[in-house]
């Protein structure tokens, strides 16, 4: 029962009515910042929230009364994965996160953009090679995502496309036991690329992390963040950039402004990532104490489920929440807050602010190949299944 109100409810409530919240979570967001989505049927009682408010959800993901232990999250429940720095509470995360954070300073990504520049012009060569009408997923969302992640961590290009192959199937392969193969492999390879780091650790993140912090984390946890970052990276980026170009085609007039008038949109991809919110909501807090939130009490043993979707989507379908990119920089959450926020924030920018400018300039006639077919989305995070282009 208190699985189900802490995974599948949510989960639910998470689909995409194409870019936009679903009526199931638009009518809890209209009951105020905070819900009760039950409360469990046992002695103890506890009780599953959602917050869809803004300070509310602010509060919760920077407040030292919650963990983010992964206690509640389907089959993985009560495991923490060595190096899933997300599923860490304080001393650890704080550990870890220094551990990592060289390996993301402005200086290091700057050095990284040539190198993601051109494999986003390789990847656009290679659609215009192939011609449409094509499919984004493979050849733009994954295609740039897992090449940028993958040099990022040090992964050979001899490597990658066997890599890439294997953590599609451990997400999307829907056979239980060809998902669970796919996933021992991508660990498998990730222990391997660490041993070879430790003995030559060379200028990528992994690199970066042996040099300056190696005897501070073991070879686990070493693992661990490796196949979190490509994770990250490889698969929610991808799906960014498809959701991104599957905007461009929906609102062209926004796009073509960025084309044509760069300059006058210096906050373009705030808007962009306030819009979509690819990763909709994370995985249930645990409250280590009774605590306050707004007008609520939730007490100790509760969870709280934060809707990263309903914060940054607050003024659906009013005007106020209308795709603009010239609109003021609005706050959102989409990246997280508080000690979890997002630590890769900079690469993935840094690859969402050169691809979407870099499509729009080459193919300015982008659409979709079927218009009269409606484009198919899995569970989230925002999954979409194929996007048929044509230029």
């Known amino acids: 029962m208190f699985e189900e109100l802490n995974v599948v409810l949510p989960t639910q409530m998470h689909w995409r009515d194409r870019f936009d919240p679903v009526p199931l979570l638009r009518g809890f967001m209209a009951k105020g910042p905070m819900s009760k989505l039950g409360t469990e049927d046992s002695p103890e009682g506890r009780t599953a929230w959602l917050a869809t408010g803004f300070d509310e959800v602010r509060q919760v993901l920077g407040s030292d009364k919650f963990s983010s232990r992964l206690l509640y999250g389907g089959t993985a429940s009560g495991i923490t994965f060595p190096g899933f720095i997300t599923q860490y509470d304080p001393p650890e995360h704080t550990r870890l996160r220094r ?9 290091r990504m700057e050095r990284f953009r040539p190198q993601v ?19 984004f997923v493979p050849h733009f969302g994954w295609a740039i995502a897992t090449t940028a992640t993958c040099d990022f ?16 199937a451990s997400r ?30 060379g200028d990528d993140m992994l690199g970066v992390v042996v040099r300056k912090h190696g005897d501070e984390i073991t070879d686990s946890e070493l693992t661990g963040l490796a196949a979190f970052v490509m994770g990250a990276g490889g698969d929610q980026v991808a799906r960014f950039l498809v959701a991104g170009a599957w905007l461009m085609v929906e609102a062209p007039e926004q796009f073509d402004l960025l084309r044509q008038k760069p300059d006058v949109v210096p906050d373009w991809l705030e808007e962009v990532v306030r819009y979509l919110t690819t990763d909709e909501k994370l995985t249930p807090r645990i409250a280590l104490e009774d605590v306050r939130i707004g007008d609520f009490l939730v007490k100790a043993g509760d969870t709280v489920t934060c809707s990263l979707l309903a914060v940054n989507r607050r003024d659906f379908p009013g005007p106020a929440d209308q795709f603009d990119i010239t609109r003021e920089r609005t706050p959102h959450v989409a990246f997280g807050h508080g000690i979890h926020h997002c630590l890769g924030r900079p690469l993935a920018e840094l690859v969402f602010r050169s691809a979407i400018p870099a499509l729009a300039h080459r193919f300015p006639t982008l659409r979709l190949a079927e218009p009269e077919r409606e484009i198919k989305l899995g569970p989230p995070p925002f999954d979409v299944k194929a996007l048929l282009l044509d230029w």
């Open 172 to 201: 999307a392969q829907r056979a239980g036991n060809r998902r669970i193969a796919a996933g021992n492999k991508f660990m498998t390879y990730m222990e391997q690329i660490v041993a070879r780091t430790r003995r030559d650790p």
């Open 117 to 135: 520049e051109q494999v986003i012009e390789d990847t656009l060569d290679a659609i215009e090679s192939i011609g449409g009408p094509l499919d």
């Open 153 to 168: 961590l040090g992964i050979p290009r001899d490597d990658q496309t066997e890599l890439s192959r294997t953590l599609h």
């Open 99 to 107: 551990v990592l954070s060289p390996a993301f300073t402005v200086r």
